[in-house]
């Protein structure tokens, strides 16, 4: 039940299924896009709570954070099999269809609008979150009292390890392959990592990540991993892309507004 949960939040978020094929008309994600610039398209009130949440973090980072930078994702071609470095002038076009403000939410018709042509939801930072949190609900509503979810970078627990005390989670340190660098000790919490080490490819010698800052189209390089503790997994997921693109000074600004929020910065 709880994998079939994952699997109907996925399933509404991807939005690389072919154009024309069934799967592609039942996804929500893939009917905003294509009728961006026409009009506004009903969906699962999911996908209105994921952008919800979206726009509260594009608000809290002033832009750095924003879920309409499909069409820059898919210039650097980082869903396919060839990404590379694009041109000034190409990337210029495609961060002129990223913005917040031309993402129009309606809860009550439950309708997401993109008032221009071209412009692309990416809910990459959102999706696997909300996906795990969604599933832990499950195994709670079926009575399930100590679990563990690892959605890969990001993972939620609830109860205490089998002996009463807590999971025990390490954080990965950048640029290596097997050590630590942390070790959190979680209870009825989330962990979510992003970092530069997880998707990226090397062109001359450079490497680029798939964590873009929207200002500039580039990936953000302020910091090489942010871990984000906080007790909803789709928050933390959001939290953990959101301060990845910001200054750690920034950064952390936000996390020590916010209540049962924690970050580990690299
Ligand atoms: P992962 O998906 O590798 O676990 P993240 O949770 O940090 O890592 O999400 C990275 C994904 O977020 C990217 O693949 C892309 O889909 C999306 N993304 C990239 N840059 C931004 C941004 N500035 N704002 C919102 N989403 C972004
Ligand atoms: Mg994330």
Redesign the pocket.
């Given at each position: 039940e709880a994998y079939a949960e994952m699997r109907r939040i996925a399933d509404l978020t991807d939005r690389f299924p072919l154009a024309g094929s069934a799967g592609h008309a039942a996804r929500d994600v893939c009917r905003i896009n294509d009728m961006a610039g026409i009009g506004p398209v009903r969906v699962d009130p999911d996908v209105i709570t994921m952008l919800e949440l979206?726009r509260k973090h594009n608000a809290r980072t002033r832009g750095?954070?924003?879920?309409t930078?499909g069409p820059v994702?898919d210039l650097w071609g980082?869903?396919g099999k060839h990404p590379h470095v694009p041109g000034d002038e190409e990337l210029k076009s495609s961060l002129a269809m990223v913005g917040d403000a031309h993402m129009h939410l309606n809860r009550k018709d439950r309708t997401v609008y993109l008032d221009k042509p071209g412009m692309r939801l990416?809910?990459?930072?959102?999706a696997?979150?909300y996906a795990t949190e969604k599933a832990i609900q499950v195994l709670k509503r079926n009575g399930i009292e100590k679990a563990i979810i690892d959605a890969?970078?990001?993972i939620r627990v609830i109860g205490t390890h089998a002996r009463g005390v807590p999971w025990r989670i390490g954080i990965k340190k950048p640029g290596s392959t097997e050590d630590i660098l942390a070790v959190l000790s979680l209870q009825d919490s989330a962990a979510?990592?992003?970092?530069g080490y997880?998707?990226y490819f090397d062109s001359g010698r450079r490497r680029f990540h798939?964590?873009?800052?929207?200002g500039t189209g580039y990936p953000?390089m302020e910091n090489e991993s942010v871990t984000v503790v906080a007790g909803d997994a789709g928050l933390a997921?959001v939290l953990?892309?959101?301060l990845?693109?910001l200054k750690p000074e920034e950064a952390l600004e936000i996390v020590n507004k916010l209540t049962g929020v924690e970050a580990v910065l690299v």
């Open positions: 979206s750095a954070f924003d879920v930078i994702m980082f869903g990416d809910l990459g930072a959102v696997k979150g890969g970078g990001t979510a990592t992003s970092a997880y998707r798939h964590i873009l800052n929207p953000a997921d953990s892309t959101a990845f693109v």
